[in-house]
């Protein structure tokens, strides 16, 4: 939280570095930045601070853990060149993005109800999809479910006759699930072992650590935004 100060104490760089944990350089890089007010100068050149620009860096560490450091330093801009509008859009476009993060969630663990064990082997005269369809169904280029197989993310069987790529529906749903965790920030390196895992167990287990994870980070950020929206609050009855 800010400190409490009184509105008219002047601060040098080093007492607001100290009172942050930050060095002076920082301090003198996020004024240039736009990320706090302009200081005033003594006559002899020194940077004088306020405890306005206290509630400012306040404002915009309290930021950073929950919309990312370039938008907070958009937001704390926005309302330094007084396009509070502006940084209010900013901070719903985050808030937006923290909403379909965790609609993405609910769309993995939907996938991830609908796997079934698949330990048994499909027969091979089983009707399946092609990678033109299947790439088309779930929003996304042939070349990228070509990456994914090379990957070992999706083992589709061949077509003897054609050679074409035969997509049964437990490769269907491995490339949902795929798709789905690429979406939540997942890496192939990271998603070809959790598969084979649930391919191997027959069963979602491996996966629950990687969901309880993600769960906590979607509510670490939901957290952090709040204590944001706190700061920056009180930077704007502040400058107001």
């Known amino acids: 939280m800010g400190q ?3 509105s008219g104490e002047r601060l040098r760089p080093v007492d607001l570095a100290r009172g942050h944990g930050l060095s002076t350089q920082a301090v003198r890089n996020y004024e240039e ?17 306020t405890p306005l620009h206290a509630q400012a860096l306040s404002a915009f560490l309290a930021l950073v853990p929950g919309h990312g450091h370039p938008t907070a330093t958009s937001i704390m801009r926005a309302v330094n060149r007084g396009a509070v509008d502006e940084a209010f859009r900013l901070l719903d476009e ?8 965790r609609r993405t969630l609910q769309a993995v663990e939907s996938a991830l109800r609908d796997l079934e064990p698949t330990t048994t082997p499909e027969p091979a005269a089983v009707s399946g999809t092609f990678i033109g369809p299947l790439a088309g169904k779930l929003g996304i280029r042939p070349a990228t479910l070509r990456t994914w197989e090379r990957a070992g993310l999706v083992t589709p069987r061949r077509d003897p006759r054609t050679g074409y790529r035969v997509y049964h529906q437990s490769d269907v749903r491995d490339a949902r699930l795929a798709h789905q965790l690429r979406r939540g920030g997942y890496l192939l390196e990271q998603i070809a072992p959790l598969l084979a895992q649930v391919r191997a167990a027959g069963g979602l287990k491996p996966l629950e650590t990687a969901l309880r994870d993600w769960h906590g980070r979607l509510s670490s950020r939901s957290r ?3 204590t944001g929206a706190a700061e920056l609050d009180e930077y704007l009855r502040r400058r107001e």
């Open 33 to 49: 930045a736009g990320i706090l007010p302009p200081a005033d100068r003594t006559p002899h050149g020194y940077r004088t601070y």
């Open 224 to 226: 952090a935004m709040l």
């Open 94 to 101: 985050s808030h937006a993005q923290l909403l379909d993060d």
């Open 4 to 6: 409490n100060l009184q």
